[in-house]
Structures are given as C-alpha cells and as structure tokens.
C-alpha cells in the first residue's frame, strides 16, 4: 500500500481512530483523518490517482452525498469508499450520484468496518493503477509526429473471453504512447490530435503491424486468438487501405480470419462514399468487422443495415452497473437481441464486476471483456495472466 493516500471522514472520532489503526496496520502511512467535510475536501488532491477517501454519508454539516457531489463535480481522480450505518437507499443514493458524476466507487463499507473488507476494497486500487496512465494534456502534432518515427506507440492488449466458458477468445489492440518523460499515455491524449491531421493513417498502420507481430509471437508460443483492432472512420478514407492490410497480415504470418476491425466513430465521416466501398472490400477479402461502442451517438444503426458487420459491442455504459440501473438494463437488453436477429456475436464491454458479468450473461452476450477478467496490459504480461485465469476459471 505504498504511496497511497487515505483521507478518512466521520464525524465519530472513535471510529476515525479505529479506521486510521486498520489503516497503518496494512501499510497505509499517508493518512488524514477529519471530523470536517470541508477540511477533508481540502486535504485531497483532485487529480492524483493514488487517493482514497472513506466517506461517513451521515454527518451534520455537510453530509456524505455532498461531499461526493464536490468530488464529482471537481473530476476528482482518486477512489472512494462510502462508509455505512445508514439505510440501503441513501447508500444507493450515494453511489447513483458518484456514478453519473464518473467517480471511481471502490464500494460500500458497514459500520463497524471489518479489517478483511477494508484490504480488499484496498487492494483493486493497487491493482488498477498497476495499469493506470499518466494523466496528461494533449499532445502536438509535432510530438505525434516525431514519436511515430520510432516506437512510441505501443500497443496493449485486453482479453475477451467467452461469456459461457471463460475461454479466451481474443484480445483487442489498445494504444498507448510511451513519452519520453511522463510515463505511458492513453489514447485519449493522442488519438483526435491524430485524427485532425493526417497522421491516423500513419498510426493505424503501425497499430496494426505490431499487434499483428504480437499475434504471431503467440501463435508460436501455442496461444490462438483472434485479434482485434480500433480503426477510426478516418483511416477508411485511404483506398489502398484492404491491399495494404492483406499484404501486411501475410508478411506477419496472421490469417486474416483471425483478424477484427472495430469500427469507431467519433465524429461523423467526412468522406462517406470512399469509407463505405473500404468497408465493402473488407468484408469481401473476410475480415471481419466490429461495431464498437454500439448505443452511443455516431454508432447507429443505419450502418448495422449497410454492411455485414460480424461483431457488435456494447457501449461500457450499458454494461457497468446495469444490473441496478433499469435503461442500461434494457438497452443491453434490447441490443443483445438485435445483433442475434442479424446474426452478429455480441460482446459487453465494461464488465467490472461479478454482478456486470452475471447481468451480462443473463442478457445473452457472447464475450465479456472489462477490468474483471483483466485491464490492458502489455504484451509480455499476457501469458502469465492467461496461467492465471486458468486457474482461476477452473476453481
Ligand atoms: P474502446 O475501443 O471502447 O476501448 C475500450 C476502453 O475501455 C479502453 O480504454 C479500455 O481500457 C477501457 N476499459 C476496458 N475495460 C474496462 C472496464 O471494465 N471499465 C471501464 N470503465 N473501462 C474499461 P482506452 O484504452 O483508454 O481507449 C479509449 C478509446 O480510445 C477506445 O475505446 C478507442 O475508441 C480509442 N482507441 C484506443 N486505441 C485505438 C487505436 O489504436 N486506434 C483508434 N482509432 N482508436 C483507439
Ligand atoms: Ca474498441
Ligand atoms: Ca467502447
């Protein structure tokens, strides 16, 4: 628990010095305790990841569902654990409203805590910044343009696994930037700057190629995938785009059954036309093609009616949580039933929990990929994950 910050909030100081003993004892040593909502909200640092904050929800100034209403407002970067003597509904009350403010809830904690509770609650924020980025402003196109001469971009890699079995299926090809002072960044930070010029082409081709070489090296070492691959409705404005991609999947030795092309959309396409005949040559050479981030704006189903789309994966908003929110719940629903009437297999994405899987198999979805089988992660960490999931499917 090194380097963690705690900051824990109650008005009852025997449970602050109770909370702050467990604490210690597990190696937390950054701690503040405070019986003030607002001096506690002082104490924290917006942006650092690295945070927790164990929030009592009843308290007498300003109460729990305040403070996490602050937070969420802020952009608070750090976890929180709400701390409960109260009724269901409040709890849920706090939790709805961290959620649609896109805060990281670790969980719900009763009073009087238990130590074994409090560790695990502890140990996902190890794990997840374990894999969590740099947080960073946009990069220039100059940056962009240098760092793709060498080897910046770097691809991770998530697994999909099947909803029924657990077995591994795939992995889908995530990008990352390794800058040369601020650690690995995510796409956030790259991909619309590539996009505004012409430099997604460039970046897409080199997505390509080195997963393509990953694909190869397992392939080798006996695990077979499929592997998956974001393209930007940008990058299908290139004709030469299914040549060059045949070319280069035989070069690395990857079938191109094996390969998938999720389709994002963050803006309307510019050139309609050009995209739709890539799309089509595509399809025709069968590589399949994926629908991603499906029930959001771009994603619509006037192109499900265009062309063959293989794949369809539903949005991480319809996913997480779903089970106790009743719209998510039904447009999961509602979209896991489409893609069978049009013969698509369908994958939830966002599955961060046993209850998100359980929904999610219930719904009828196909593959499941989220943090709850395992974060993006660089290629050399794929093979001792796959041991261990193993295991952990078997047991
Ligand atoms: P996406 O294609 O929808 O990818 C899934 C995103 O959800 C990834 O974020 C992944 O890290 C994250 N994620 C995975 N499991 C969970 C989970 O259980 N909970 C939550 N809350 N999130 C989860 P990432 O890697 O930051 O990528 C963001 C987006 O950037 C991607 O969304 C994709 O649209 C775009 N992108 C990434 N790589 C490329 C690329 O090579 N080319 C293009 N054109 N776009 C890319
Ligand atoms: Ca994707
Ligand atoms: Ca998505």
């Not at 002082?42 to 945070?51: G, K």
């Not at 889908?172 to 650690?183: K, N, S, V």
């Not at 996009?195 to 393509?212: F, G, V, Y």
């Not at 719940?329 to 013969?343: D, Q």
């Amino acid at each position: 628990m090194d380097n963690l910050k705690a900051v824990i909030l109650d008005d009852d100081e025997f449970m602050l010095n109770a909370i702050q003993a467990m604490l210690e004892s597990m190696g937390v040593h950054d701690i503040e305790a405070d019986t003030s909502a607002s001096r506690a909200l002082h104490e924290l640092d917006m942006h650092n990841p690295r945070q927790v904050l164990l929030c009592d929800l009843n308290m007498p100034n300003m109460d729990g569902v305040e403070v996490i209403r602050h937070l969420g407002q802020g952009g608070f970067k750090g976890s929180v654990v709400v701390l409960s003597g109260e009724d269901g509904r409040t709890l849920q009350t706090a939790v709805n409203i961290g959620r649609t403010l896109n805060l990281q809830f670790l969980g719900a904690l009763s009073k009087p805590v238990d130590r074994q509770e409090l560790q695990g609650l502890l140990e996902q924020i190890q794990s997840k910044s374990l894999t969590a980025l740099a947080t960073h402003s946009l990069l220039s196109e100059a940056e962009l343009r240098n760092g793709l001469i060498g080897d910046a971009l770097t691809p991770y890699f998530q697994p999909q696994v099947d909803a029924r079995s657990g077995r591994l299926v795939g992995m889908e090809a995530l990008a990352r930037w390794r800058h040369p002072t601020d650690g690995m960044l995510g796409p956030g930070v790259f991909i619309s700057v590539a996009e505004e010029s012409d430099l997604i082409a460039k970046m897409t081709e080199q997505m390509l190629t080195r997963s393509m070489r990953q694909w190869r090296a397992w392939h080798e070492a006996g695990v077979d995938l499929d592997l998956s691959v974001n393209i930007s409705m940008r990058a299908l404005s290139h004709v030469g785009f299914p040549d060059w991609l045949v070319n280069e999947a035989q070069a690395a030795g990857v079938p191109l059954k094996h390969l998938v092309l999720e389709i994002t959309e963050s803006q309307p396409s510019l050139n309609a036309a050009v995209s739709s005949d890539v799309l089509a040559r595509l399809c025709l050479k069968r590589i399949r093609l994926s629908i991603d981030d499906f029930g959001t704006a771009y994603s619509s189903m006037e192109k499900l009616q265009m062309l063959p789309f293989h794949e369809l994966k539903i949005d991480k908003a319809f996913v997480h949580g779903a089970s106790s929110n009743m719209l998510s719940h039904s447009i999961l629903k509602s979209s896991v039933e489409l893609g069978r009437n049009l013969g698509m297999r369908t994958v939830a994405e966002g599955v961060e929990s046993q209850e998100d899987w359980d929904n999610a198999v219930k719904a009828g979805v196909d593959l499941i990929q989220g943090y709850f089988v395992a974060a993006p992660m660089q290629s050399e960490q794929v093979i001792g994950w796959l041991q261990q999931w193993k295991s952990r499917s078997l047991s």
